[in-house]
Nanobody, 112 residues
Framework: QVQLVESGGGLVQPGGSLRLSCAAS????????MGWYRQAPGKERELVAQ???????HYADSVKGRFTVSRDTAKNTAYLQMDRLKPEGKAVYYC??????WGRGAQVTCSS
């Protein structure tokens, strides 16, 4: 089963920005529609953003207006631009398409 690889996580101060990448390198799998998920310690994994096949995005209310999905078809990579991050501590972000397995995720910590 294809596994997508997340990268770009890190430590950011409240109000800052990060861009996560999701790649299917080394695979013939083409990223089309997929979802970005977030899991904080002790909490269930939640869907925060979806990229539809036409490239448009749907967002959870908690991130609407701050997060943006995009993709580079030439690089077969999807992105999650996260702006005005809130001091919610640590969370792991995952990207996943319907036919792919869960990856290792990218850890994001937003704290002052």
């Amino acid at each position: 089963q294809v596994q997508l690889v997340e990268s770009g996580g890190g430590l950011v101060q409240p109000g800052g920005s990060l861009r996560l990448s999701c790649a299917a390198s080394g695979s013939i799998f083409r990223i089309n529609s997929m979802g970005w998920y977030r899991q904080a310690p002790g909490k269930e994994r939640e869907l925060v953003a979806q990229m539809l096949s036409d490239g448009s995005g749907h967002y959870a209310d908690s991130v609407k207006g701050r997060f943006t999905v995009s993709r580079d078809t030439a690089k077969n990579t999807a992105y999650l631009q996260m702006d005005r991050l809130k001091p919610e501590g640590k969370a792991v972000y995952y990207c996943k398409a319907p036919s792919t397995a869960w990856g290792r995720g990218a850890q994001v910590t937003c704290s002052s």
